[in-house]
T-cell receptor, first 112, second 114 residues
Framework: AQSVTQLDSQVPVFEEAPVELRCNYS??????LFWYVQYPNQGLQLLLK??????LVKGINGFEAEFNKSQTSFHLRKPSVHISDTAEYFC??????????FGKGTSLLVTP | DAGVIQSPRHEVTEMGQEVTLRCKPI?????LFWYRQTMMRGLELLIY????????DSGMPEDRFSAKMPNASFSTLKIQPSEPRDSAVYFC????????????FGPGTRLLVL
């Protein structure tokens, strides 16, 4: 079975500062990795995904993540955040791309 | 495309009542997923279908929950009888196989069981 740990439940950050949201996973098989964002009272939207190939993945809204197999991590980064990035961020893992196991989520709060 | 459509968006019911949640996936998508989101347990996969056939229902909490997909454009999640602990946001998502591996989520149904 696969599992995901999001190490921070809340991350407060000032506008235009860089941010990193941490995600670690455990799995005995190769996996696909995803980051989703959820804005208040909305469904989840895919930010980026790692299926294979380059370990640095670029997504929407200026976010990127790096797959590190040796550390079993898939941390999400953005060099400069905006107020509009305030949302809940979920890391997810899947052996197939179909059944997703989500982490508990990290609440990103961007303040002026 | 209209995206994944869920109805109702909000549902308030009393304990013991039957609740039916509905989902229309994106046209052409061959996978459909039902998730439940609560503060305590986070996002949980309940069941998913491929070409209208249930593939994995191991996440369905108990026999009070059932899901069907009678055709490629419609699925239901039914709770009978409902209990207060079923209060949650229920999401439907769909995906097309063939390399993209991206699930598209609906807006969710917020269920409150009194």
């Amino acid at each position: 079975a696969q599992s995901v740990t999001q190490l921070d439940s809340q991350v407060p950050v000032f506008e235009e500062a860089p941010v990193e949201l941490r995600c670690n996973y455990s799995s005995s098989v190769s996996v696909y990795l995803f980051w989703y964002v959820q804005y208040p009272n909305q469904g989840l939207q895919l930010l980026l995904k790692y299926l294979s190939g380059s370990t640095l993945v670029k997504g929407i809204n200026g976010f990127e993540a790096e797959f590190n197999k040796s550390q079993t991590s898939f941390h999400l980064r953005k060099p400069s955040v905006h107020i509009s990035d305030t949302a809940e961020y979920f890391c997810a893992v899947s052996p197939s791309g179909y059944a997703l196991n989500f982490g508990k989520g990290t609440s990103l709060l961007v303040t002026p | 495309d209209a995206g994944v459509i869920q109805s109702p968006r909000h549902e308030v019911t009393e304990m013991g009542q039957e609740v039916t949640l509905r989902c229309k996936p994106i046209s052409g998508h061959d996978y459909l997923f039902w998730y439940r989101q609560t503060m305590m347990r986070g996002l949980e996969l309940l069941i998913y279908f491929n070409n209208n056939v249930p593939i994995d229902d191991s996440g369905m909490p108990e026999d009070r929950f059932s899901a069907k997909m009678p055709n490629a454009s419609f699925s239901t999640l039914k709770i009978q009888p409902s209990e207060p602990r079923d209060s949650a946001v229920y999401f439907c998502a769909s995906l097309t196989s063939g390399g993209e591996e991206t699930q598209y989520f609906g807006p969710g149904t917020r269920l409150l069981v009194l």
